[in-house]
């Protein structure tokens, strides 16, 4: 393999080009960008940036000797692939360039709502500068959306002096992600930060500082931020023959797949990619840090011809209203639910079970918990479920021997 291109320069970018120098790839590398910015790090956009705390992420590496060509403010538009294994040809804004191996790392882009109105996303430093600018005292600040993102902005926006009210089509928020009852749980904090909380509320359109709502309502912002979730980036990958469902989809080992068969030549990592996960036999699509982070080495590997297999417990934390929100493991299909501690109190944790087996703990303030059942959900080590649930007893104690 003589030229490897990487479409998309974020994290997962980033270290999909350190994973090929690092494990000896010596040929031609390329790096294509849509952004004019080098690579960094999101999760500050919603939390330090947003603050006022940090102006710059930018990931620390070497470029030099890493020695790969930048095409920063320049994107794929097209994908033409050669039979299988022999590489092909990717066109980009910077004009057609050939390859023999191509990693796709075009992340995800956020889902934006109809209508006219200005509204705020948080995707990219940009746009964390650009609302920054306007969380002046006083403003009033609607987020539509009660996810991670939502909740991160309504703190930095509350801290900052904003009126803030977030608005939730579902009952709960993050219902999607932990379901509704855990979601509740956390309703309480936007009160206690003096943050309205709207549940049940459908927007139908973004007005001109306001939002339309679905039953006919209408609630007036200076400023609107949308945080409703986001939608891999695959546009430019139609008619490439690649298999594309929510996102690239791609094996255990990272490869993509065209027509059903695998693409020795093409990996895909990061938000963008829905990968083959043996340990869940399901197809996840994982839009966290840690994914993005520890994919790029096993599809590195793959690419270059080794074997390897991505068989992670989905991780990733966020930071809201004061508290240090963790999860680790996965738990759509798990039996039961143990609660550990009281969420009444400030610290407390949501663990999920199937038999004996942790599939997934959720932990607020709880940094210690996260640290140990992510060692026994990744070893798939039996727990006795009393013990976890008692929070005086360490969670490594409750493994079963
Ligand atoms: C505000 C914010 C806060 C977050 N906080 C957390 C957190 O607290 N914890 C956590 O675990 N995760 C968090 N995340 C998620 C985490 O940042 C992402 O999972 C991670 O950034 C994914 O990296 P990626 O490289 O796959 O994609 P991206 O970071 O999306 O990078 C993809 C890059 O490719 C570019 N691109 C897109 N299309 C093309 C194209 N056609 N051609 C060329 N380039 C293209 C994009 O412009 C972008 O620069 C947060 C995300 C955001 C936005």
Redesign the pocket.
Known sequence: MDRVIV???????VRAVEALRGKGFEGALTL????RHRPYD??P??KAVLAGDSDDTTVDTDWAALDVELLLGD??TGLTLAAAGGGGVLATTAGELPFDGLVI????APVTLPGDGRQHV??TIDDSLALRERLVEGARVVIVGAG??GA?VATTAARKGCAVTVVEAADTPLAHALGPEVGALTAPWYAEAGVGLRTGVKVASVGDGHLLLADGGRIDADEIVVGVGVRP?VA?LEGSGLDVERGVVVDASLRAHAGGAARPDVVA????AAWWSERYRRRLLV??????LNAPEVAAATLLGQDAAYDAAPY????QFGRMVQYAGFHAASERMVRRGDPADRGWAVAWLTGDRLDAILTVDRPRDLVQARRLIAAGTPVDPGALADPDVPVRQAARS
């Not at 790392?105 to 995800?108: E, I, L, P, S, Y």
């Not at 990592?269 to 963008?272: E, N, P, R, S």
């Open positions: 479409a998309g320069g974020g994290l997962a970018g294509v960008s849509a952004e999101r999760p956009l919603s994107r794929a790392a075009t992340g995800a948080v995707r991670w993102i991160e980036e430019w990592v990061g938000d963008v839009e966290h840090w840690d994914t993005a990733f934390w966020s930071e």
